[in-house]
């Protein structure tokens, strides 16, 4: 393997995928040539998402995902309800 970058030509993407694309180079404040090569590098575990969380793509608030802080925090916080007590059955 060399030192030298290798450059890549993609021919007909297609629109959507295009968009899709231009959308998170504008919304990350990135060239799109960058935002491909991190998607990439991401895909193929080059790189962490984010720092080892899910990309957001806009709706991850709406969808209840939660850093692994936050999941952390609320299963702690869900303890006391995971024990039975017998006295309820009676």
């Given at each position: 393997m060399t030192d030298m970058a290798s450059v890549l030509t993609i021919h007909s993407i297609d629109p959507v995928l295009s968009g899709r694309i231009s959308s998170l180079a504008r919304r990350e404040g990135k060239s799109l040539?960058?935002?491909?090569?991190d998607v990439l590098a991401e895909h193929f575990g080059l790189k962490p998402k984010c720092g080892g969380q899910p990309r957001d793509n806009g709706i991850m608030a709406l969808c209840g995902i939660l850093s692994h802080e936050d999941a952390a925090e609320l299963r702690k916080a869900q303890e006391p309800f995971r024990?039975?007590?017998p006295e309820d059955w009676k």
């Open positions: 040539n960058q935002t491909v090569k024990t039975i007590d």
